[in-house]
């Protein structure tokens, strides 16, 4: 999704992997893809861009047919049950503080170890049954999974942090061939 947030950043990430990226702002743009990131941003913002381009719906379709999604930051949020619905978690927007207490830490994460880079981020402050806990920052979920969704509170794409985009190409790629 390009309406906001470092989407290029996002972008060479995945290049870098061998995958071609493309922006997305309408629906029509959605057409083809093999897996969406959702970048950080503001998710006030990121509501308004959704409705303005009619994207909600399309985009639950995407996901309802099984394309891979990593949520990152506020597209956490837009993931969470009070804004598209597609991840029975609620999220807590700028759980951790105000931007002066942004901060970054190595997490476990699916056995690997992530630099995470946190800025006014959310945590996951109640989930479903379904909703697999990846990782955690002082007792807070900051990092989730359900079927073809992965949605973290942090910034992979600021610490070149490729473990995620890596997940979102394997998995198009088992699904697409």
């Known amino acids: 999704m390009a309406l906001q947030g470092d989407f290029q950043a996002h972008a060479r990430l995945l290049g870098q992997l061998g995958a071609e990226a493309r922006e997305v702002r309408t629906p029509e743009e959605l057409e083809g893809l093999d897996g969406l990131v959702i970048p950080g941003g503001e998710s006030t913002t990121m509501t308004l861009g959704f409705e303005r381009e009619g994207l909600a719906q399309p985009l639950r379709e995407l996901v309802h047919g099984g394309r891979p999604v990593l ?91 490729d473990s995620l985009h890596r997940w979102l190409v394997e998995e198009a790629c088992a699904i697409h061939g």
């Open 71 to 161: 949520g990152t930051c506020a597209g956490l949020i837009m993931l969470d049950r009070e804004h598209l619905g597609l991840l029975d978690v609620t999220a807590r927007r700028n759980a951790f503080g105000r931007q002066v207490n942004s901060f970054e830490a190595e997490l476990e994460l699916d056995g690997e170890t992530v630099h995470a880079v946190f800025i006014r981020a959310p945590w996951v402050e109640e989930h479903g049954e379904g909703v697999q806990v990846l990782a955690e920052v002082d007792g807070h979920p900051v990092a989730v999974r359900q079927g073809n969704i992965t949605a973290v509170a942090f910034h992979p794409e600021l610490s070149d942090e």
